[in-house]
């Protein structure tokens, strides 16, 4: 009897041993995923904050005015050029 307990015990042993092993290698593996993922979501706060910065360049007044008189051939309203509408006038 004593040496089916032991025989028992052993097996116990090593199963418990094994199972040791592998919640240690996932709990690597998981470790190891975390980290990659910390890294990707600190990339993307990297990618917004630059997105928001080039949001904020291009929606400048200076920028829209150059692009409107280069591109566009636009030009300010001056007084010698502005047409003011009456209501009835023929």
Same mark, same amino acid.
Do not use: F, I
């Given at each position: 009897?004593?040496?089916k307990?032991?025989?028992f015990l052993t097996t116990l042993l090593v &199963?418990? =041993?094994l199972s040791v092993v592998n919640a240690r290698y996932q709990a690597r593996h998981l470790l190891i995923e975390l980290e990659r %993922? !910390? !890294?990707h979501a600190? !990339? %993307?706060d990297v990618d917004w904050d630059q997105l928001q910065l080039d949001q904020s360049r291009l929606a400048k007044n200076d920028r829209i005015e150059q692009i409107a008189r280069a591109e566009l051939n636009m030009a300010p309203v001056t007084? =010698?050029? @502005? !047409?003011? %509408? @009456?209501? &009835?006038a023929p």
């Open positions: 009897m004593s040496v307990v032991n025989v &199963g418990c =041993a %993922l !910390q !890294q600190h !990339q %993307l007084p =010698a050029r @502005t !047409q003011y %509408l @009456t209501e &009835g």
